[in-house]
């Protein structure tokens, strides 16, 4: 893992955020890593997915949110009514995501589940860790997708049944394959393999609350 320094000042993001999908109720976008869904407390630390939309989507609202490092698909809502619904789907679950991963090490299983109870862990924030005792239930699905044995890393795709703060991360440390250019839960040697965290939202499939019809984008990673 590598230390921070507090307050900790996010880099500042020139890549600019891509309108995948627009109507008057909802965007798709595809998030560029390095940049905060919301705001932080600090000053320098403003700018954000939600900060940018607002200039030209006022009433735009964050329902779910990506991790700085974490690349791709969010759903934007332009509504309070959108807002609502679709967060009665997320919390039901019924939300269908999924991720790519580049992950160190090469994986002996092509298809797997990780479940392991993730709680915060209070004195290391903002890490979070498992714990058998007091962690909250949680689900990773994985399944890989191409072995570098030259490289000795492993493409994965992963869709989390649960949605716990850090949970693809943690999950895949756990497991003894970091996610490569984490600089949470990473060794050094799989954080120094990339100059990003490797993580990216690939997918994601929702019923339209105004058109009651299913909604499913793929955004492929740029790695």
Known sequence: MQPQSFPYIVPICTEKIDILYEDDYLLLINKPAFLLSMPGRHPDNKDSVITRLKQTWPSASLVHRLDLDT???MVIPKTKFVHAEISKQFQARTISKSYIAVVDGLMAERYGSIELPI????????????CHETGKASKTL???LELDTDKKITRIELTPITGRTHQLRIHLSTIGHPILGCDLYATDSAFNKSNRLLLHSQKL?????IYNQPISMTCEPAF
């Open 119 to 130: 709680t915060k862990d209070w004195q290391n924030r903002p890490l979070q860790k498992i």
């Open 71 to 73: 690349s791709g698909l």
């Open 142 to 144: 994985f399944e890989v």
């Open 205 to 209: 499939t929702f019923n339209h609350p």
